[in-house]
């Protein structure tokens, strides 16, 4: 996952929202939403690959998201894929336990990692970083906040501004309007000038053609895009809504998957 555009405590009935976008090489192969365990019953995609998952929710209603930290293509590989923080995680079951479990984390052997989780309550962030033995914690406030593939709400990514201005446009709308809302902005193209895209952005030798294809909302290239989205609403104890495509957003195809939380 790469862009999650997160709304909490704006919505009348629903006191988080998230929708988030799924960026990958097309040639890494992946389901969309399915049971991934029980006891408790979790729920998200799934990395074909190596097995675990970028994103899920729980039948009790805890999330968990993560999001690749950019500027990791010169760190080589790890021995541990992060797909696996997400599925353990959620299997934890709670956020209490999630803690425990990110607490015991040894961080250098994963790729770095931007980790949000949380339920109607509680969102945080936990970051991996080089350099770091342990996880960094952070509380996300409420109100509107995107978490890209760097630290929550950076705006040095043009990206970010745009996904906060569209998720704002919608706080607080009805539910239909704000799904309806949400769709189009995970479907969004528009790019920054290329300058914003590039400088401090650069990173290991990337063209600025794709540097700036990747501050689109919705990404588009050759071998890499955004191949899945998904929406869910969470109050404490329970998931309210969970919609899906496995495909580019833009494309439609989004579905009811809420019943996976309940299906015998």
């Known amino acids: 996952m790469c862009t999650v555009l997160i709304l909490r405590d704006v919505h009348p009935e629903w006191p988080l929202v998230l929708a988030a976008n799924r960026d990958e090489f ?5 389901h969309g939403p399915k049971v991934l365990s029980e006891s408790p019953r979790v729920v998200g995609g799934q990395d074909v690959e190596r097995g675990g998952t970028w994103m899920g929710v729980t039948h009790e209603g805890v999330f968990v998201g993560l999001t690749n930290q950019r500027g990791a293509r010169g760190l080589g590989t790890a021995p541990r894929s992060r797909g696996e923080v997400v599925l353990r995680a959620l299997q934890a079951g709670s956020v209490e336990a999630i803690e425990r479990y990110l607490g ?10 931007n980790l949000l989780y949380g339920d109607g309550r509680v969102l945080r962030v936990a ?3 080089p350099g770091h033995p ?12 995107v978490l890209p593939n760097d630290s929550l709400d950076n705006l040095a990514l043009p990206k970010v ?4 201005a569209l998720a704002q446009g919608v706080a607080g ?3 239909p309007e704000m799904v309806t809302g949400l769709q189009a902005a995970l479907a969004d193209h528009a790019l920054p000038p290329r300058d914003a895209a590039t400088g401090p952005l650069s990173e290991d030798g990337l063209p600025a053609d794709f540097l700036q294809q990747l501050q689109a909302l919705c990404i588009h290239t050759e071998v890499y895009g955004t191949r ?18 496995d495909t580019s957003p833009c494309r439609g195809d989004w579905r009811d998957v809420k019943g ?3 299906a015998p």
Not at 26 to 30: E, G, H, L, T
Not at 134 to 145: A, F, K, M, R, T
Not at 161 to 164: G, K, L, S, V
Not at 232 to 244: D, E, I, M, N, T
């Open 127 to 129: 970051y991996a970083r």
């Open 260 to 262: 996976l939380l309940t």
């Open 134 to 145: 342990h996880l960094l914690h952070e509380d996300v406030p409420p109100g509107v906040h």
């Open 26 to 30: 097309y040639a890494r192969p992946a």
């Open 173 to 175: 709308r009805p539910w």
């Open 104 to 113: 015991t984390l040894p961080a250098p052997e994963f790729l770095p990692f």
């Open 161 to 164: 501004a745009r996904a906060h």
């Open 228 to 245: 899945s989205a998904a929406i869910v609403a969470l109050a404490p104890g329970r998931v309210g809504h969970y919609l899906a495509t």
